[in-house]
């Protein structure tokens, strides 16, 4: 990132990074309607449960959450649609390829405006079991207590 970069993160997905293990992460422009884009500029999107797929060789992104523009009329969007991502085409076969290895997903981790223009950033996650999730959280829970201990001896 250069210093012109101007970026509003919007929604991000933290439940994305205590459930997946995140092997890479691509940024992708989202294809939206002008009520949507009101409400994104609003703060009121919600990244839960959403994930991405492959079809026809094209991204699309599933069950991200856009809530309906308040000063919208009749012709409000749908919250819940699927809505197209934009990569480069190299990069969507590359994906295509991970993707279809067993237990491998893609999962949004944050959506923001970068330069005014919507974007998605997208992992490539594998699901992480239940005991590597306790071992994420002991080893976050040590960190804190060395830190609690540097703090109460450098006060002495």
């Known amino acids: 990132m250069t210093k012109q970069d101007n970026i509003k993160i919007i929604a991000t997905n933290r439940k994305a990074r205590h459930d997946y293990q995140i092997l890479n992460t691509f940024e ?15 703060g009121k999107a919600n990244l839960k449960d959403s994930y991405a797929i492959i079809k026809n060789g094209e991204l699309f992104l599933l069950n991200m959450h856009i809530s309906p523009y308040s000063h919208g009329t ?3 969007h749908d919250p819940l649609r699927t809505r197209k991502l934009l ?9 295509i390829g ?11 981790l944050k ?24 071992q994420d959280i002991a080893k976050r829970d040590a960190e804190r207590e060395l830190q609690r201990e540097s703090k109460f001896k450098a006060r002495l």
């Open 28 to 42: 992708a422009g989202i294809v939206l309607q002008g009520t949507e884009v009101k409400s994104l500029r609003q």
């Open 74 to 76: 009749a012709y409000n």
């Open 87 to 95: 990569l480069h085409r190299h990069e969507i076969r590359r994906l």
């Open 98 to 108: 991970q993707v279809q290895e067993k237990g491998l997903t893609l999962v949004p």
């Open 111 to 134: 959506i923001y405006f970068k330069n005014g223009i919507a974007k998605v950033e997208l992992a490539l996650v594998r699901g992480k079991k239940l005991y590597d999730r306790r």
